[in-house]
């Protein structure tokens, strides 16, 4: 029989969040009450009503200063057995990055953890060992069944994610393994499991969120559906995959929206941060933006913040481990076995993608290259205990063992063993004394998150200073170190006095580490010393502080916006906009335009009238229905203002003899059928187009899937069917270009969602708007009721406009201004409507109020040629 717990992920994979149950149960059956309940509204409007500890938590805190939760695959703590087989011991996992990162944190921030336990512990001490881990070290333990531990790590996480995300596709089932949805229902509910442990701890409104790497990328998701303003931090530690690997995940869409419901997403390195961008670009269609060197992504109305800084090492710890009396005989002993020899190391775990064997063929083709070094030069590779399976791995295990063997045999001599090979779990203290001795460190990974390996061991070679008289100095002389790095790891970009290496290149391989090791002693020294000051320098301290500084800073207006989630699945998302910002309530404006006495209506075409992805443009019979009726009534003045061409305007809206149309944002207008089409400027010289035409062209052949509109007054470039990442690039380009050839032109060039456009200076829908309610004011019948609504960037000039209207004496004081997007997404109206459908609803209800009039009747406004120029 199924479990319950199964069963639920069939809700899971279809989007039903509710069917899970947000707040899980107890051992007992029972289901547990919510302790924080989340209602619409800013959170200071709560402030006034609530005290700041009306929402509870387990874990005693001080609302006066900030706390943050740290959740990661595994806590920083190590657990064992008794030896009396009664209880367990805890202790401090030292070398664990979250425990190391607490030092880069304020003194006075209180920091929580997390995670699941490296061990499995029954079910009947659970309740035990969660109460001493958060009493003694605040740690909140995550308790997996071991089934579902199995599938959600080993089956999901280290069989899709981590090969994928290392480019390493599943050809075949045997490579990579192939897609599982059975795996991705356990990850999402481990990630769901992990969320109950944070909801338990959670004070919403004064705690950030820091998750840790691939394991949890589903949480922001659960986070953000039950707390809309939660400051929620993400940092990715491994490599993140171009576009080309990621789009082959089926799941890519979830997992990079579920991303986005972060405020702050880390990675190492620039190509990581650029590769997800793409992901955002390619398959959501959003593009960043980078201003004054913060970059980010506009999401729904929020900013989510893009950071990029690699990682460094805990200088403390390094540094307590040179003080360690072991450390010194075992330095001693490790000269005296390579006396004479010169030690080229090589530290890394037992994976397929960390290279060792690429490492080995190097160094056996610099003995063949330079004979001098036989008898001279010794590769040290240590190789820690791998901690996945698979037969990839075994046969890269038999691939480093035969290579060894190889090289030894045909290299060794007596006394000299070209090759030592450690394949062991090596103590800190002896890989420190490894690093002291060895003259060069080479890392041939072909892709790693970041490694950390050269910075220790820069580090060692800095050595400690002198204990005081009596004590000679660590390193005599000058500090030298040496480093051959791939350039597809992270920490390569942070080492510019390394050796940069395609580990794939055995030949230039081999060059490097023969040249790392032949130069010169004040050449070493300077390389070393560069290396020195950036990593003491940029330590894990320093990397936690900057991104504490940076989500601090992405999560600023959290408190001051309106934020609303909509949304089913991963397809959730939070939507922040502007507190004053609305939807439009159909009974209000419909009392408003009742009362009123002259009314003007202005109308956007494309996504407002019609839906944007909408194949045939035409308007419809109901379009054309409640455009008339609204024409009909003597009170309004209705115009559609569209960018569009006068020709397919006029064509559409033929039967509607009393409506004005405004052409190409304004350039041609006409106040009815009946009348001639006016332009906004008299005597206007196009001779800019002969000079625009070609540049144009000569993108639109250079750019497949792009196109060029020639309009009677504007030249359009559009390229949202062109590869987005080369169309947006083309388009940068593109602008610049036309803006510096029509620099003494009377022209504007602007971009616009998958647009450039060129057009006549001083033509704006906004303009539009201010000519059509001036002409009003100037016939007697000046507005007291304004209805602006359109979906896209040009329609916020009508927007901005609204707010002088009053101040300019352009309408009545008391006039009722409807400024509405189509919508819900950051804009200068004041109010938003859904989509076309709610458009139209809404201007039914406005229809139905209206005066209805014979069709003999005189047309809306009576405007002769001469009142309209």
Known sequence: MMSRSYTNLLDLAAGNFAALGGSGTNRSGMRRMQRVMT????????????????????????LATDRILIVANQLPVRARRRPDGRGWSFAWDEDSLLLQLKDGLPDDMEVLYIGSLKVDVDPTEQDD??????????????????????????????????????????????????????????????????????????????????????????????????????????????????????????????????LLNCDLIGFHTFDYARHFLSCCSRMLGIEYQSKRGYIGLDYFGRTVGIKIMPVGIHMGQVQSVLHLPDREWRVAELRQQFEG????????????????????????????????????????????????????????????????????????????????????????????????????????????????????????????????????????????????????????????????????????????????????????????????????????????????????????????????????GFGFRVVALDPNFRKLNVDSIVAAYEASKNRAILLDYDGTLV????INKTPSATVVRIVNELCVDKKNVVFVVSGRGRNSLEKWFNPCPRLGIAAEHGYFMRWNRDVSWEMSMQNCDFGWMQMAEPVMQLYTESTDGSAMETKESALVWHHQDADPGFGSSQAKEMLDHLESVLANEPVSVKSGQFIVEVKPQGVSKGLVAERILTTMKEQGRQADFVLCIGDDRSDEDMFENLADLVKRGLVSPNTSLFGCTVGQKPSKAKYYLDDTNDVLSMLNALADASEQFDSDDDLGLSLDKASIS
């Open 129 to 258: 060992v969660a109460q001493a881990l958060l009493e003694r070290f605040k740690c909140v333990p995550a308790f997996l069944p071991p089934d579902l531990h199995e599938r959600y790590y080993q089956g999901f996480c280290k069989q899709h994610l981590w090969p994928l995300f290392h480019y390493m596709l599943p050809f075949s089932a045997h490579h990579g393994g192939r897609f599982d949805r059975g795996l991705w229902e356990s990850y999402v509910l481990a990630n769901k499991l992990f969320f109950q442990k944070v909801v338990e701890v959670i004070n919403p409104e004064d705690d950030y969120v820091w998750i840790h790497d691939y394991h949890l990328m589903a949480l922001p998701t659960f986070l953000r559906r039950r707390f809309n303003r939660l400051r929620i931090g993400f940092f990715l530690h491994s490599p993140f995959p171009s576009s080309e690997i990621y789009r082959t995940l089926p799941v890519r869409e979830e997992i990079l929206k579920a």
């Open 611 to 614: 839906p944007q992805v909408a």
């Open 341 to 568: 020899q010169t030690v080229l190391l090589g530290v890394d775990d037992m994976d397929i993608f960390k290279g060792i064997n690429l490492k080995l063929l190097a160094f056996e083709q610099m003995l063949r290259m330079h004979p001098k070094w036989l008898g001279r030069a010794v590769l040290v590779q240590i190789a820690n205990p791998a901690r996945g399976r698979g037969r990839d791995l075994d046969e890269v295990q038999a691939e480093i063992k035969e290579s060894c063997k190889r090289i030894n045999d045909e290299f060794g001599q007596d006394g000299y063993k070209p090759v030592v090979f450690i394949d062991r779990d090596v103590s800190s203290v002896e890989r420190i004394a490894f690093y002291t001795v060895a003259e060069c460190v080479v890392v041939t990974a072909v892709r790693d998150g970041m490694n950390l390996t050269p910075y220790e061991y820069i580090v060692c070679r800095q050595g400690i200073p002198s204990l005081g008289s009596g004590s000679e100095s660590e390193v005599d002389g000058p500090r030298r170190s040496m480093l051959v790095v791939s350039e597809f790891i992270g920490c390569s970009p942070s080492l510019s006095g390394a050796i940069r290496v395609n580990p794939w290149n055995i030949e230039s391989t081999a060059e490097a580490m023969n040249e790392a090791v032949s130069l010169s002693d004040a050449e070493k020294q300077l390389r070393h010393e560069k290396h020195y000051r950036y990593v003491s320098t940029h330590d894990v301290a320093y990397w936690a502080r900057s991104y504490l500084q940076d989500l601090e800073r992405s999560c600023k207006d959290h408190f001051r916006r309106t934020c609303w989630g909509i949304g089913l």
């Open 39 to 62: 209602v619409p509204g800013t959170l200071s409007e709560l402030d006034d009503e609530e005290p700041a500890n009306s929402v509870t938590s387990d874990v005693p805190s001080s």
